[in-house]
């Protein structure tokens, strides 16, 4: 039972449009919402995160918005750059006392120069 | 700043034979944790500690077990490793407490069973 879904495995787009990502959740008790970015022969690396108190949070190029009724959100990246391109995850957690985080099965994004 | 320390980067094993995957980290976190990535599958949580001495099982356990005497390392062990464990192996770590807290991630071990 996969609980935190990224149902496009790949995904590409011209340097300088718009990148969107997109994550979906089965577990209404997810709070803390967060994407990595991973380069290939790296481990992932913290990208932006949302609690869901709030349905939107941006930072730099990078914008997540969250739909809770939807049980989905989704990760902007304006303009797309070539260095953007690696692998994406989204991961999910509750913070009720066990810790754990739960990932997607990740988005490959290829940004076309 | 090393952050979160993985070893070996890869490593083959025979069907049986046993080992363990090194983690350490120099960020004085409560939390860490071991992820496996196969394809298509994502990263699955294996197991998990939120401070010495304590440890909880993950998505998929069977087969692996840890241990968390210190605050800075968390081994990963396979006791009679089989086929179906081979995978890239991430361990990550980080802070305790209210709020998002980003997990910083180990480069991997990248480990084959024949």
């Known amino acids: 039972d996969q609980q935190v879904k990224q149902n496009s495995p790949s995904l590409s787009v011209q340097e300088g449009r718009i990148s969107i990502l997109n994550c979906d959740y089965t577990?209404?008790?997810?709070?803390?919402f967060l994407w990595y970015k991973k380069y290939p022969a790296e481990g992932p690396t913290f990208l932006i995160s949302i609690s869901s108190i709030k349905d939107k949070n941006e930072d730099g190029r990078f914008t997540v918005f969250l739909n809770k009724s939807a049980k989905h959100l989704s990760l902007h990246i304006v303009p797309s750059q070539p260095g953007d391109s690696a692998v994406y995850f989204c991961?999910?957690?509750?913070?009720?006392?066990?810790?754990?985080?739960?990932f997607g099965t990740g988005t490959r994004l290829k940004v076309l120069a | 700043n090393a952050g979160v320390t993985q070893t070996p980067k890869f490593q083959v094993l025979k069907t049986g034979q046993s080992m363990t995957l090194q983690c350490a980290q120099d960020?004085?976190?409560?939390?860490m944790s071991w992820y496996r990535q196969d394809p298509g599958m994502g990263l699955r949580l294996i197991h998990y500690?939120?401070?010495?001495?304590?440890?909880d099982q993950g998505e998929v356990p069977n087969g692996y077990n840890v241990s968390r005497s210190t605050t800075e390392d968390f081994p990963l062990r396979l006791l009679s490793a089989a086929p179906s464990q081979t995978s890239v192996y991430f361990c990550?770590?980080?802070?305790?407490?209210?709020?998002?807290?980003?997990?910083?991630f180990g480069d991997g071990t990248r480990l084959s069973i024949l």
């Open positions: 500690s939120v401070g010495a001495g304590i440890t």
């Open positions: 991961a999910a957690s509750e913070t009720s006392g066990t810790y754990k985080y739960i």
């Open positions: 577990n209404s008790m997810f709070d803390y």
């Open positions: 960020m004085n976190h409560e939390y």
């Open positions: 990550a770590s980080s802070y305790l407490g209210q709020g998002v807290q980003p997990q910083h």
